[in-house]
């Protein structure tokens, strides 16, 4: 048993609801409703008509997944009364968020900085955080990496000069309000702006949690796959939001289903946290459904190889054998992951569970957000302390989202040395100089100028 787990300390049971324990509870319509976090402004969302019987079929696909010692002593402590069963339903999860200040404070030990935020209330974000990713924090350490990236601090009321609201600029690119069309072949498709849990650096704070005018139901869903249908061009759709993980099967095959049947759309993909955050979603019933729309792929959001418990390995593993290439995308956060050593941990890690490292992204200047970004310099650095040191697997690219509207530009360490006549001067991983020829290149610059 975990030493910095939180126990001993007699804490008031969830408010359980209706339904028998271990019962698979349907969603009638996707969480913002009735898991939103402004309530006043639910809709009936997603298709008109359901399957009813579509999650309700596999009521034991939950029973493969174990829950770790640290887990299940966090459960037995914090929520006494949820059963195994219940803590493994990912829709037990969902209702059982920890959300305002006297839930974290029965599991974790506020900081006077952490105190102020949650007390506030008024920050960029919402709070919400499933209580399996909370049976990861450590109580009493504030600075603990994956605390700091779900536990508000004061420090996200301090907005400086260059920070935005959509610092990305995906309005500018959104001819529709939920679909950003920046690159020539392919689209953002932005379906939810619901998280089961909210990343304080999160690039889409201004819409997430309910927040601004966006809207998110079939009426957006079909003008996007109109627009789609219209233009031929794009041959690739990557559904965001918010996590589309969190919608039911319903939804996803819905939507799944009518991007498949659009001739020139060759390439799906699924951005998400929920392998990390909420692994008891995916369920074998999810898998079954998505595998059939091959070629999918699914980039999944890791931050820190604490987050590589034996439940997220299971998720990976299911999504893994069902087809789906998995890729990593981590956000480079000033003392949570900004050393050498953390992140080859997490990408070791990552590949034992067959998730490429895919890309390394600087901190995106949101309100609120210094305290988490680095110097540019910091991501080079972990780059040339990988490249050549480990698997090029294990290698991601680093890149910055231009600020604006620009896309991602990669960056590397100059290994480009300069050129010496007709050959180019080459650097490697060791700092090495090695002479290739190259007598036809302009690559770098003559050694002798």
């Known amino acids: 048993m975990e030493d910095n787990v939180c126990l001993g300390k007699e804490v008031e049971p969830p408010n359980e609801e209706t339904e028998p324990p271990g019962r698979v509870v349907q969603l009638s319509i996707y969480p913002t409703i009735g898991l939103t976090d402004n309530r006043s402004r639910t809709q009936p969302l997603g298709p008109r008509r359901r399957n009813r019987r579509s999650e309700s079929r596999f009521p034991n696909e939950n029973a493969a997944f174990s829950i770790n010692p640290r887990a ?32 974290l404070a029965r599991i974790i030990r506020l900081s006077d900085e952490e105190l102020k935020a949650v007390t506030s209330g008024r920050g960029p974000l ?35 000069p260059c ?23 392919r689209v953002l498709f932005l379906v939810t702006g619901y998280c089961s849990t909210y990343c304080r650096y999160c690039t889409r704070s201004r819409m997430v949690g309910n927040r601004g005018t966006h809207r998110f139901g079939h009426r957006e869903w079909d003008r996007a796959i109109e627009y789609i249908e219209r233009t031929p061009t794009i041959r690739d759709v990557l559904l965001s939001g918010g996590d589309p993980l ?43 459904m998505l595998k059939q729309y091959h070629p999918l792929w699914m980039s999944i959001h890791f931050t820190h190889p604490d987050e590589l418990t034996p439940e997220t390995a299971h998720a990976c593993t299911r999504l893994a054998d069902a087809g789906i290439p998995l890729g990593s995308q981590t956000v480079l956060l000033s003392g949570v992951n900004d050393n050498v050593e953390t992140m080859t941990r997490l990408f070791h890690g990552l ?61 590397l360490p100059e290994y480009a040395a300069g050129r010496d006549g007709d050959d180019l001067l080459l650097r490697n991983y060791a700092g090495d100089l090695y002479r290739y020829p190259d007598p036809a290149g302009n690559t770098g610059e003559s050694a002798g100028t």
């Open 72 to 103: 299940d002593a966090f459960r037995r402590t914090h929520f006494p009364r949820a059963s195994t069963a219940e803590w493994n339903d990912w829709r037990w999860q969902l209702r059982n968020r920890i959300q305002d200040r006297e839930a």
């Open 126 to 160: 919402p709070v919400a955080i499933t209580p399996y990713y909370a049976s990861l924090l450590d109580c009493n350490d504030p600075s603990q990496p994956v605390r700091r990236c779900v536990v508000p601090v004061d420090r996200e009321y301090l907005h400086h």
């Open 163 to 185: 920070e935005t609201e959509d610092p990305l600029g995906e309005e500018k690119d959104s001819l529709l309000p939920n679909l950003v069309h920046r690159y020539p072949d």
């Open 246 to 288: 969190t919608l039911p099967n319903d939804h996803l095959k819905w939507l799944l289903s009518r991007l498949r049947r659009i001739p020139h759309v060759e390439f799906l993909r699924i951005g998400t946290k929920v392998p990390v955050v909420l692994p008891q979603r995916v369920t074998m019933g999810l898998v079954r």
């Open 351 to 411: 590949l034992k569970i067959r998730v490429k490292p895919y890309y390394l992204y600087q901190c995106d200047p949101i309100p609120g957000s210094s305290h988490f970004r680095t110097p540019v310099s910091k991501g080079l650095e972990i780059i040339r302390g990988l490249r050549g040191f480990t698997s090029g697997y294990a290698v991601p690219t680093y890149v910055i989202d231009a600020p604006g509207g620009g896309g991602k530009v990669p960056l």
